[in-house]
């Protein structure tokens, strides 16, 4: 059962506080207060408060607006009541930071009716919030996906222009603290191997890791640590994220392509370094099963971000149908509307880099298989 709302009834006049009172005991949570410096130094965690504006001392107008500037004050809905009903003293009210405003003598027909329009609204602002967050959630982990295809992307073109082992392993060390990664890479060579680490020498017990397994290419996870090892390249994390399967999945995959490119890369400068030597003919299969791996990340790249595409369209519907179902201002729709078209310009432009970003990708890896398929 959900918690009852909490009302703040806030009237020097002590039978107005009791029947107030009783009026709404029944459906609410009732706190009465017979000032409004009682009230304002109260714990809070009110949902509404009735505030009578005529108060010897602190008038209503005043509490509103030390209330406002209170923390979470601004959260707390405040319906002015008063046996004054001119134009300017709903002005007042307003400017003082008041949402509504009820006349006395109070009908309890239309207490009831108004504070059942405003935890409606309440309820519905609420469903917004949640839907914004898991909005902006579908949004992080989408230009999440996105960033890390474009340093796929730009590394497997920097990875093509490397000439010399030092820098096949600086990159790797690039890609690491682009991610957020904690590690270590080494990359072997005819004259021996280059170790490198994210943070610090390289411990006896890294070293031992990097140099297992090197004639197979593998990934081999443990906790939060993770092996991708190629005969010419090792690679080690020490903190995949745990909390995050979907995170941790993309960045494994990521790895062992960009690993098994920078594999062939190696041996292409082992080659060059060493023209009598042959290149052997193994890396036709080698660059078409390469392709297909990218073409695969490729293809979970565009899933997502369809995906993103449907989940995020439909709470923005749903955010705007619940705001025509509000009485707003012209004011607060006229803010809102400017806040949701800024957000699809948001939204419109990610997804136009994000098309960018796929189209270059599956464009590399088009080269790679036919590259594969000439025998290269």
Wanted: charged share 25%.
């Amino acid at each position: 059962m959900d918690e009852k709302i909490r009302i703040a009834v806030v009237d020097d006049n002590a039978p107005q506080r009791f029947i107030l009172s009783k009026l709404l005991e029944k459906d609410y949570s009732v706190e009465t207060f017979e000032s409004g410096d009682a009230f304002l130094a109260s714990t809070g965690g009110f949902d509404i408060a009735l505030l009578d504006i005529g108060m010897p001392g602190l008038d209503g107008y005043d509490t509103c607006r030390a209330l406002r500037q209170q923390p979470d004050g601004e959260a707390m809905t405040v319906v002015f009541v008063s046996a004054h009903d001119t134009a300017d003293d709903r002005i007042a009210a307003y400017e003082a930071g008041g949402d509504d405003y009820l006349l006395k003598p109070v009908a309890a027909h239309e207490l009831r009716h108004k504070l059942g329009g405003i935890v409606a609204h309440r309820q519905a602002i609420r469903t917004l919030s949640r839907q914004s967050n898991s909005a902006r959630v579908l949004v992080q982990r989408a230009f999440s996906k996105v960033g890390d295809l474009g340093l796929v992307v730009d590394a497997l073109r920097k990875l093509a222009a490397q000439g010399n082992h030092e820098g096949v392993t600086e990159l790797f060390i690039g890609i690491l603290n682009a991610w957020d990664l904690n590690g270590a890479v080494r990359v072997v060579t005819p004259k021996g191997q280059i170790d490198r680490t994210t943070d610090g020498p390289l411990s006896p017990l890294a070293a031992s890791v990097l140099a297992t397994r090197r004639d197979a290419g593998h990934l081999f996870e443990f906790g939060s640590r993770a092996l991708v090892t190629y005969p010419r390249i090792a690679i080690l994390i020490h903190n995949l994220p745990t909390d995050e399967p979907d995170r941790r999945a993309s960045l494994r995959e990521h790895l062992s392509a960009l690993a098994e490119c920078a594999d062939l890369r190696i041996r292409d400068l082992d080659a060059l370094n060493a023209p009598q030597g042959p290149a052997g003919d193994g890396g036709g299969p080698l660059l078409a099963t390469l392709g297909q791996t990218l073409a695969q990340i490729a293809e979970q790249g565009r899933d997502n971000l369809s995906q993103a595409q449907h989940l995020l369209v439909e709470p923005l519907e749903n955010l705007e149908r619940a705001l025509d179902s509000m009485s707003l201002t012209d004011i607060q729709r006229a803010y809102l509307d400017d806040l949701f078209k800024a957000a699809q310009d948001d939204l419109h432009r990610y997804f136009d880099r994000a098309a960018d970003i796929d189209l270059e990708f599956r464009e590399f890896v088009g080269r790679l298989l036919r590259s594969a398929g000439n025998g290269h």
